[in-house]
C-alpha cells in the first residue's frame, strides 16, 4: 500500500469517526458494489453485505441512501415523458392489430395473400422503473425487479432482525433463506411459487445492509443453525466515540457526483442481446497477493469455530469484491479513465481492511456463536431443562424437543458429554437412556 493511499484512508476514517459511531464507511459500498456491472476474474456477486449491530446507526445509513434515492428521483423523472406516452402507444398498436386481424381475414377468405404485421402493431413493453434501493418487498416482488433490472438493487433496512426472522414464515414450513444465500453469489436463478408465473433471473444481484441491535444478534446467533446466511454480511461493532459536533461536511456534491458516475456504468450486450457485466482481470502482482492472502486465511481458520469460521472462510471472495469496489471508488471521485485491472494495490488495501478491521468486528459479534456444534446445542439443551424445570430427563424426551441441532442422537450425545464436562455434579442428576 503506497504512503498517499495509506494516508487517504487514515483520513477517511477519521471523518467518518467525526460524523458518526458505527463505522458507516462500509454501508456504503454495498450500493457501489452492486451497481457497478462490472465483475472481478471468476466473481459473479452482489457486493459485500454489512451489518451494523450498534447505536446511532441510523444516520449514517440515511446519509447514503438519501443520495442513492435522489439518483434514482432523477432516473424516474427522465422517464415520465415515455410513461405518459406509454398508455396511448399502447392503445394505437391495440387499433393496429385489430385493424390487421381483421385484414388479414378478410384476405384469407378472399383466398389473397394476409398483408404483413404493421410494425404500428407491435406492443412495446411498459418502460420500467428504476429501484436502487427498497426497504421491504417480497421474494416475488424482488425476483421481477431484478429480473428488469440486471444490475440489482439494495436492501437497506434498519432493523434487520425482523427480516432475517420472517424468512420461515410460511405455514407450510417454507423459507425465504434459501433465494437470499443465493442473492450474495450473483447467479441465476428462477422463482417458481404456486399460482404465479415463474421469474428466471440471470443474475440474482441483491446487496442487503442494515443494523440490528446487539441482544437480537445474539439470539439470532444462537437459535438458528449456520446455514451461512449470517455468515454472509460483514458485522460493523466498533466502540463509541466520545459526543462531538462535525467538523467537516459529509461532501454530499460529491459524493452525488461520483454515484451518478457510478450508475452510468453500461453493461455489454451479447450475441443474443442479453446484457452481461464486464469481466475485470487481476493483474499478476494482484494474483500474487490473492494467493499470500489466501495462505493467512486458511490460518485463521485453524484457530476458528462455528459461525466464525464460516465468516473466515469467505473471506478470500470478500476481498476480491472489496478490491473491485475499491477500484471503481477511486475512479469516480477521480478524474481518470476507467480502470482495466484490478492492480496488487487495491487489492492490498481490501486485504488490509480484511485482517485489521473486518475480522477483529466478527470476532467480536460472533464471540457467542464462534464455538463447537456441541457445545452451541449444549447451551440449547441447557435453557431447555432450566424452562422446564426438569430434576431428570431421557434423551428419547430431550428428542422430543425437536432443538435446532439437537435432532439425532449423536447430537444429543456430544451436547450432554459438554454439559457433564463443565458440572459434573449437576449433570449426574440427569438420566440418560
Known amino acids: 500500500m503506497k504512503a498517499g493511499n495509506l494516508d487517504r484512508q487514515v483520513s477517511f476514517e477519521r471523518k467518518a469517526e467525526e460524523i458518526t459511531?458505527?463505522?458507516?464507511?462500509?454501508e456504503t459500498w454495498a450500493p457501489v458494489g452492486l451497481h457497478r456491472g462490472r465483475v472481478g476474474k471468476s466473481l459473479r456477486s452482489s457486493g459485500p453485505w454489512p451489518l451494523v449491530p450498534s447505536s446511532n446507526k441510523?444516520?449514517?445509513?440515511?446519509?447514503?441512501?438519501?443520495?442513492?434515492?435522489?439518483?434514482?428521483?432523477?432516473?424516474?423523472?427522465?422517464?415520465?415523458?415515455?410513461?405518459?406516452?406509454?398508455?396511448?402507444?399502447?392503445?394505437?398498436?391495440?387499433?393496429?392489430?385489430?385493424?390487421w386481424k381483421e385484414a388479414a381475414k378478410a384476405a384469407l377468405k378472399d383466398g389473397s395473400e394476409p398483408p404483413e404485421h404493421?410494425?404500428?402493431?407491435?406492443?412495446?413493453?411498459?418502460?420500467?422503473?428504476?429501484?436502487?434501493a427498497i426497504a421491504d418487498g417480497t421474494v416475488e416482488r424482488l425476483a421481477v425487479i431484478v429480473s428488469k433490472q440486471p444490475r440489482g438493487t439494495l436492501l437497506a433496512r434498519d432493523e434487520l432482525a425482523g427480516w432475517l426472522q420472517g424468512m420461515t414464515r410460511y405455514s407450510g414450513g417454507g423459507s425465504d433463506?434459501?433465494?437470499?444465500?443465493?442473492?450474495?453469489?450473483?447467479?441465476?436463478?428462477?422463482?417458481?411459487?404456486?399460482?404465479?408465473?415463474?421469474?428466471?433471473?440471470?443474475?440474482?444481484?441483491?446487496?442487503?445492509?442494515?443494523?440490528?441491535?446487539?441482544?437480537?444478534?445474539?439470539?439470532?446467533?444462537?437459535?438458528?443453525?449456520?446455514d451461512g446466511l449470517l455468515a454472509r454480511f460483514i458485522p460493523i461493532w466498533p466502540d463509541p466515540v466520545p459526543l462531538c459536533r462535525p467538523r467537516a461536511q459529509a461532501g454530499a456534491e460529491r459524493c452525488g457526483m461520483a454515484l451518478r458516475r457510478l450508475y452510468g456504468l453500461?453493461?455489454?450486450?451479447?450475441?443474443?442481446?442479453?446484457?452481461?457485466?464486464?469481466?475485470?482481470?487481476?493483474?499478476?502482482?494482484a494474483r500474487d497477493v490473492l494467493d499470500a492472502f489466501r495462505l493467512s486465511v486458511r490460518a485463521w481458520e485453524r484457530d476458528a469455530e462455528g459461525l466464525l469460521l464460516s465468516f473466515t472462510g469467505k473471506l478470500?471472495?470478500?476481498?476480491?469484491?472489496?478490491?473491485l469496489i475499491l477500484s471503481y471508488l477511486d475512479w469516480a471521485m477521480s478524474d481518470e479513465g476507467e480502470p482495466q485491472e484490478i492492480s496488487h494495490e487495491a487489492f492490498g488495501r481490501a486485504a488490509h481492511f480484511i485482517e485489521f478491521?473486518?475480522?477483529?468486528?466478527?470476532?467480536?459479534?460472533?464471540?457467542?456463536?464462534?464455538?463447537?456444534?456441541?457445545?452451541?446445542?449444549a447451551r440449547r439443551l441447557l435453557d431447555a431443562i432450566r424452562a422446564r424445570g426438569w430434576p431428570r430427563f431421557t434423551s428419547r424426551e430431550a428428542l422430543r424437543l425437536d432443538l435446532s441441532g439437537l435432532s439425532t442422537a449423536a447430537q444429543l450425545n456430544a451436547a450432554l458429554t459438554v454439559l457433564e464436562d463443565g458440572d459434573a455434579s449437576l449433570c449426574r442428576r440427569w438420566r440418560r437412556s
Open 21 to 26: 459511531e458505527t463505522g458507516a464507511t462500509l
Open 58 to 99: 441510523s444516520p449514517g445509513l440515511d446519509a447514503v441512501l438519501g443520495l442513492i434515492k435522489e439518483v434514482e428521483r432523477e432516473k424516474r423523472q427522465a422517464m415520465e415523458g415515455d410513461l405518459s406516452e406509454g398508455p396511448e402507444k399502447a392503445e394505437v398498436a391495440k387499433l393496429a392489430k385489430s385493424a
Open 118 to 132: 404493421p410494425d404500428t402493431a407491435r406492443i412495446e413493453p411498459e418502460p420500467f422503473l428504476p429501484r436502487f
Open 177 to 226: 433463506r434459501p433465494f437470499w444465500l443465493e442473492a450474495y453469489g450473483g447467479r441465476a436463478y428462477s422463482v417458481e411459487r404456486m399460482g404465479r408465473e415463474p421469474v428466471h433471473i440471470d443474475r440474482l444481484s441483491i446487496a442487503v445492509t442494515g443494523g440490528i441491535q446487539p441482544d437480537r444478534l445474539k439470539s439470532l446467533l444462537l437459535g438458528s443453525d449456520d
Open 266 to 285: 453500461s453493461m455489454y450486450r451479447d450475441e443474443t442481446d442479453r446484457e452481461r457485466p464486464w469481466v475485470m482481470p487481476f493483474s499478476d502482482p
Open 316 to 323: 478470500p471472495g470478500l476481498a476480491v469484491r472489496l478490491s
Open 357 to 377: 478491521y473486518a475480522l477483529p468486528m466478527a470476532r467480536r459479534a460472533y464471540a457467542d456463536a464462534a464455538t463447537s456444534k456441541a457445545e452451541r446445542g
